[in-house]
């Protein structure tokens, strides 16, 4: 019998990913136990006609985790911030899903985790304080709860992701329509360049970190399918869209200047990269990608089939 991975998230970018990949293995190395709360939903449906056995758990639900990891040789565990906006809800759930792992025997965790940015952002930046104490909750949340799995004593490899293109598509993060028609597209951070990757890359690389067995247990691990600069990214995006997309550095205060909680986040998560370039990129190797996922996507090969997607605002007709 094939060893099961139990997937959380088996619905959502990152899970269904790694699901998809899972199930597309010539070799059926591992058979898919896929979580999710909605088992009645599309995605479901088309994970258990591919062959996944379809689960359903709440992550707050500490007895159904432990059904969902039960008899698992892997697990992949993620968190949705953007569904609640809650760092604590996050640390919650990643400890529910170690101590369950931990109490299943289960081979091998991944944690899709990221930077706690309050160790690494340089002393003196300046950035407002979110939640009490976070500069950037989505990260440090997940951050502050690695020690979950690092003290459950299951081996685990901590997953360093990076911004989706799909954030293109449907985070708003897309080019945008100016008064006198031009396309712009705009981030707080300069000339930086920023990692980007595919979401269905993800879950194809962390499909290549368990078929190295429990060799990269203990790891850290950061993907990207390519850095960029935000003139680069402008410079595809207007051979992809055919229409000149022009990149406009914005400086934090304005990325954060309407107020909005999601904004001022998204800003401090911009800052962050911009100011710690070196470090962020170097934490994301698109070699060491590679070879963990042969397929994996540039830009350019991401835009041959997705640009059609991304939201292109209408020039205003005339008067």
Not at 16 to 30: H, K, Q, S, T
Not at 268 to 293: G, H, I, P
Request: hydrophobic content about 45%; charged content about 20%.
């Amino acid at each position: 019998m094939s060893r099961i991975i139990t997937v959380f998230g088996a619905t959502g970018a990152q899970g269904g990913g790694l699901a998809r990949a899972i199930l597309a293995d010539p070799a059926r190395r591992f058979a898919v136990r896929a979580v999710t709360r909605r088992p009645d939903s599309v995605a479901a449906r088309a994970l258990a006609r591919a062959g996944a056995t379809v689960v359903e758990a709440d992550w707050d639900d500490a007895p159904a985790v432990q059904r969902a990891l039960d008899g698992a040789y892997g697990a992949y565990c993620v968190t949705s911030f953007w569904e609640h906006y809650s760092p604590e809800v996050e640390q919650a759930q990643a400890r529910i899903m170690a101590e369950a792992a931990a109490r299943a025997g289960v081979a091998h965790v991944i944690w899709s985790t990221l930077e706690d940015t309050r160790r690494l952002i340089p002393l003196g930046t300046r950035m407002p304080v979110l939640k009490g104490r976070y500069n950037v909750p989505h990260y440090d949340g997940k951050g502050e709860a690695d020690r979950f799995f690092l003290e459950s004593g299951v081996p685990t490899t901590l997953l360093y992701t990076s911004a989706y293109w799909e954030n293109l598509v449907v985070f708003g993060m897309g080019p945008q329509r100016r008064a006198d028609g031009t396309l712009v597209i705009g981030f707080p951070t300069a000339d930086k360049r920023i990692p980007w990757i595919g979401a269905e890359d993800i879950g194809r690389s962390a499909f290549g970190i368990f078929a190295r067995g429990t060799s990269l247990a203990g790891m850290t691990i950061g993907i990207a399918g390519e850095h960029l600069t935000g003139a680069e990214l402008a410079h595809q995006l207007s051979a992809a869209l055919d229409e000149p997309v022009r990149y406009e550095a914005m400086t934090p205060e304005a990325y954060r200047a309407p107020g909005h909680e999601a904004l001022v986040e998204l800003a401090n998560m911009w800052q962050f990269k911009r100011d710690c370039e070196t470090l962020y990129c170097a934490t994301r190797s698109v070699a060491a990608t590679r070879q963990l996922n042969p397929a994996l996507q540039d830009f350019r090969a991401w835009l041959a089939t997705h640009a059609r997607r991304i939201p292109v605002p209408p020039l205003a007709s005339a008067a």
